[in-house]
């Protein structure tokens, strides 16, 4: 199980992985809220897509989190290797490791980010 500081320096890398994307991708990334639930902490953490970047990220109970329009749920260490390259998104998805809960298209210019 990652820590809560482990889980925070991911955020980080998935905030500056999005502000280094070229301009075409970035505008391709839907204005939408998002939130992280990590189970196996209890906790939660949302945010917003703003013009492609990750803005307004903050820790907030998991009811708080269940409202964002992007919804991602899974264990600490899962999130930690999703941002990181080292669990790809669709087998996580298909394995049931990660839940996704969101609007298709969404979901689909979203996986081309993560």
């Known amino acids: 199980m990652a820590s809560q500081l482990e889980v925070e320096a991911a955020i980080d890398r998935l905030s500056t992985a999005a502000r280094d994307l070229d301009d075409r991708t970035r505008a391709r990334i839907p204005n939408r809220s ?3 639930h990590l189970l ?3 906790l939660a953490y949302t945010g917003e897509f703003v ?3 990750l803005v307004n990220v903050g820790a907030v109970p998991p009811e708080v989190a269940a409202t964002a329009a992007f919804r991602l749920t899974c264990s600490s260490d899962d999130f930690i290797s999703l941002i ?3 669990l790809g998104f669709g087998s ?3 394995g049931g490791r ?4 969101a609007k298709f ?3 689909l210019e979203l996986r ?3």
Do not use: H, N, T
């Not at 990660?98 to 809960?101: G, S, V, Y």
């Open 34 to 36: 998002a939130s992280v």
């Open 98 to 101: 990660i839940r996704i809960d």
């Open 40 to 42: 196996d902490l209890d």
């Open 84 to 86: 990181d390259g080292d």
């Open 105 to 107: 298209r969404d979901l």
């Open 112 to 114: 081309k980010f993560l």
């Open 51 to 53: 013009s492609g970047a």
């Open 92 to 94: 996580a998805w298909a």
